[in-house]
Each structure stands twice: as C-alpha cells, then as structure tokens.
C-alpha cells in the first residue's frame, strides 16, 4: 500500500491532506507520511 501512496503522491494525484487521512486510517505510519514528502521535497 506504501508504494502506491508514494507514487501516487509524487504525481500529484494525492495531497497532504490524503495522507493525514491515510495516517488516521492506519494505512500508513506517521513516520511514512514525512517520508514521503520529504521524497518529493528531494524530485
């Protein structure tokens, strides 16, 4: 599922505010959600 969030995130199809979700939904770790923003910070 974390791949997917990524790639999807890093194409623009999800925002910040998809990822709280997904962290609210326990989809995704609090620790993930920085990661990955951090690996568009890096594109």
Known sequence: ???YIKE???LGL???TNL???V???WITE???QEIIAS???Q
């Open 1 to 3: 599922m974390l791949s």
């Open 8 to 10: 999807y995130y890093l």
């Open 14 to 16: 999800y925002t910040d």
């Open 20 to 22: 709280d979700v997904f």
């Open 24 to 26: 609210n939904a326990r």
């Open 31 to 33: 620790e993930q959600k």
């Open 40 to 42: 568009k910070a890096t």
